[in-house]
C-alpha cells in the first residue's frame, strides 16, 4: 500500500507556523512581485478568493474582510518542507518527494489493520514536530492516494487520514471525484473527457481500457489503470519536462546592464538545477527580456537570442556564461525592461549526449563539481555557494512588500523571546 502525505496549504500553513494568532483567519501568501495569489487559507477560500487571482482584483474583499498577505518567502517554505519530509522517512524504507508539499511513502511494514492509525499518529508528529498540518491518503495505487488524501483534507472526520483499500470504498470514492481533480488529467484531456461524457472518476473507470488509450494515449492509459487500482505509476519514469523556463516580472523596470545580467544568470542556475533533478540536459538556450508595453512614453524593445549549444549540458556555469553572451549581443542600454527569463530548450536525457570531439571541457569533472556543489546547496540552504555573476549587489528588484523574516534559514531573523 502507498502513502501520499500532502501539506495543507502548505506556504499559508508555513506563515502560520510563526503566526498562530493567524489560526481561524483568512490568509493568502502571493507569487513574485506580489502580483497573484498561489496559496490560500480555508477562510479565504470561504471568501471567495480563487487560486492565481491578480491581488488588485480582490484589493476591496481584503481591506474590508482583512485577509493577511504575504510575499512568497521561498527559503522558509524549503526548510520547513524538509523538516516535514525528514520526519516521513524516518517512518518507512520507500520514499518519493513529489513536490515541495507532497511525498509518496510505502508502509508495506505495518500491518494492514494498523495502517491508518500509525498514518494518524504521523499526522500528529508532523503537527507537533513542525507544526504543518498534514493529510495522509493510503491505498493501493499512487493516483488513488491522491484522490484519498483529498477527502482526508475535505472531511475532518477522517481525522487527517483516509484510506481506500476495499473495492466499495474505491467505487464509492471516486463516483463523486471530479475527472478534473485526478491527478494526471490536466486541461486539455479535462475538456476531452468532459465533451466524452466522462464527469467523475468513476466514469471514466468505467469505459474500457481501449476508450483511455485511444482519447489521452499512454499517460492516460497509465491513469485509468491506477483508478482501477494497479500500481503503474513509477515517480522517477514520469515524462521529463521538454523545455524548462524561468522568468520574472520587476517591480521596476531595470536599464542597468549589470542588475539585468544578475537576474538573467540566476534564472540560468534555477533552470540548470531543474535540468540535473531530472538527469537531462539542455541542447539550446532561449534569453529573452522586454519593456513594458503598457508604458506607452518609452522606446519599446523586445531582446531575444536563440544559442544552440556545441555539446548539450546541465552545467550552471557553462549555460550561464551563453547566456550572458546572448544577452550582451542583445542588450540596447537606455531601454527599461520590465521582465526577463531564460527557457532551456532540446532537453534530452544525460545519458543521451553525443560526445563532440572537438570538446575540450572535462565534462566528468565538471559533473562531480557541480554535485558536489548541489550537496551544498541541499544541506547549507538555497544560494550556499553562487557565482560571481549571481545577484552581487543588494538593488532590490521585485516587490516583496509583505514578506515574513527568514526565521528557520537566517540567524538575523532569528525569533526572540523576553523573559518577564
Known amino acids: 500500500m502507498y502513502a501520499l502525505a500532502d501539506c495543507n496549504n502548505f506556504f499559508v500553513s508555513c506563515e502560520r507556523v510563526f503566526r498562530p494568532d493567524l489560526e481561524g483567519k483568512p490568509v493568502v501568501v502571493l507569487s ?4 497573484c495569489v498561489v496559496s490560500r487559507s480555508n477562510e479565504a477560500k470561504a471568501l471567495g478568493i480563487k487560486m492565481g487571482v491578480p491581488l488588485y482584483q480582490i484589493q476591496g474583499l481584503v481591506d474590508k474582510e482583512g485577509v493577511v498577505c504575504f510575499s512568497s518567502n521561498f527559503s522558509l517554505y524549503g526548510d520547513l518542507s524538509d523538516r516535514v519530509m525528514s520526519i516521513i522517512r524516518q517512518h518507512t524504507s520507500r520514499f518519493e518527494q513529489y513536490s515541495i508539499d507532497e511525498c509518496f511513502f510505502n508502509i508495506d511494514h505495518i500491518p494492514a489493520d494498523q495502517q491508518k492509525a500509525y498514518c494518524e499518529q504521523l499526522v500528529k508528529a508532523i503537527r507537533r514536530g513542525v507544526g504543518i498540518p498534514v493529510s495522509i491518503g493510503i491505498a ?20 487527517g487520514v483516509c484510506e481506500i483499500r476495499t473495492e466499495e470504498q474505491r467505487l464509492k470514492a471516486l463516483s463523486t471525484f471530479e475527472i478534473g481533480d485526478v491527478w494526471g488529467i490536466g486541461r486539455r484531456a479535462k475538456a476531452k473527457l468532459q465533451n466524452a461524457g466522462i464527469s467523475t472518476a468513476l466514469d471514466f473507470t468505467e469505459k474500457p481500457s481501449s476508450f483511455a488509450k485511444g482519447l489521452l494515449n499512454k499517460p492516460g492509459m497509465l491513469t485509468w489503470q491506477e483508478l482501477r487500482g494497479q500500481d503503474v505509476i513509477n515517480i522517477t519514469e514520469l515524462p521529463m519536462k521538454q523545455s524548462i523556463t524561468t522568468s520574472r516580472t520587476f517591480a521596476n523596470a531595470l536599464s542597468e546592464q549589470q542588475l539585468l545580467e544578475e537576474q538573467i544568470a540566476n534564472f540560468c542556475a534555477h533552470c540548470a538545477r531543474q535540468l540535473r533533478t531530472q538527469q537531462s540536459v539542455a541542447q539550446q538556450l532561449y534569453v529573452y527580456a522586454h519593456t513594458s508595453a503598457f508604458r506607452s512614453d518609452i522606446e519599446q524593445h523586445y531582446l531575444s537570442e536563440l544559442v544552440t549549444l556545441p555539446v548539450a549540458t546541465s552545467n550552471t556555469q557553462e549555460l550561464i556564461s551563453y547566456a550572458l553572451g546572448a544577452f550582451r549581443r542583445a542588450y540596447r542600454p537606455g531601454a527599461l525592461y520590465k521582465k526577463a527569463g531564460v527557457v532551456l530548450l532540446k532537453i534530452i536525457p544525460e545519458t543521451a549526449v553525443v560526445p563532440d570531439l572537438f570538446d575540450t571541457k572535462d565534462r566528468a569533472k565538471d559533473k562531480r563539481l557541480q554535485r558536489v556543489l548541489d550537496h551544498i546547496d541541499d544541506r547549507h540552504g538555497k544560494h550556499a555557494i553562487l557565482l560571481g555573476s549571481q545577484l552581487t549587489s543588494q538593488q532590490a528588484v521585485y516587490k516583496t512588500d509583505h514578506k515574513s523574516p527568514l526565521y528557520t534559514t537566517d540567524l538575523r531573523d532569528i525569533i526572540t523571546l523576553k523573559a518577564t
Open 32 to 35: 513574485g512581485n506580489d502580483g
Open 140 to 159: 493501493s495505487s499512487k493516483t488513488l492516494a491522491k484522490v484519498a488524501s483529498k477527502y482526508a483534507k475535505k472531511y475532518p472526520g477522517y481525522h
